[in-house]
């Protein structure tokens, strides 16, 4: 266990349907961020939050929408998905500011299978 | 333009032998950072080096940061089958404001025992 949890670990939906991927950090990190992994591509940053303000939006899809209600945790709502969006979704924390500097702390990612 | 490209691709060697996987990138960076992931799960993160060092030593990992050729070097020594990953290098770059890591696309791992 790394501080970051992310559930569910696997999800298959339907391009109709609409789900949401939850992440939540107890490390006290005040950023947090959802990245895209996909089959032989680096990874793929996709949103950005800094003290629970969306800071960044990778010109992603309207199809994914990002919720940061405390600085604790973090979801990704999905709907009306394209079979291309199939990847593991993976969230990341880190403490910005820090003079020290610092890696990020990454969740388990959620493997996500659009049929 | 891709930060963050590790060289080779994919590496196999034999448990014991060190394995050493090289990463190259474009900007200026505050620090790079080494991550390693098992399949199918999160990254984890092994060691961080800032712009104004050179090497730094983990255990049995070192890495190495040219800032002149814009690259680095991650080395393991005495390899284990337990080391069987995938390895990426991200990079901080100055031009972003805050942290905002880009990976590069892996070197492969397959440490045989």
């Known amino acids: 266990e790394t501080g970051v949890t992310q559930t569910p670990r696997h999800l298959v939906m339907g391009m109709t349907n609409k789900k949401s991927l939850k992440c939540e950090q107890h490390l006290g990190h005040n950023a947090m961020y959802w990245y895209k992994q996909s089959a032989k591509k680096p990874l793929e940053l996709m949103f950005v939050y800094n003290f629970k303000e969306q800071t960044e939006n990778n010109s992603v899809p309207s199809r994914f929408s990002p919720e940061c209600p405390n600085s604790s945790h973090l979801f990704l709502h999905l709907h009306t998905l394209q079979p291309e969006d199939s990847a593991l979704y993976l969230c990341?924390?880190?403490?910005?500011?820090?003079?020290?500097?610092?890696?990020?702390?990454f969740g388990s990612g959620t493997r996500l299978t659009v049929v | 333009s891709q930060q963050g490209e590790e060289d080779p691709q994919a590496l196999s060697i034999q448990e014991g032998e060190n394995a050493t996987m090289n990463c190259s990138y474009k900007t200026s960076i505050n620090n790079l950072q080494w991550y390693r992931q098992n399949s199918g799960r999160g990254l984890v993160h092994l060691i961080l080096?800032?712009?104004?060092?050179r090497e730094k030593h983990s255990g049995r990992l070192r890495v190495t940061l040219d800032t002149s050729k814009k690259s680095s070097s991650l080395l393991i020594t005495a390899s284990r089958a337990a080391d069987t990953a995938s390895y990426f290098c991200a990079t901080d770059a100055v031009e972003t404001s805050g942290s905002r890591l880009t990976f590069g696309e892996g070197t492969q791992l397959t440490v045989n025992p």
């Open positions: 080096i800032r712009s104004n060092e």
């Open positions: 990341a924390s880190s403490q910005e500011g820090s003079s020290l500097g610092g890696g990020y702390t």
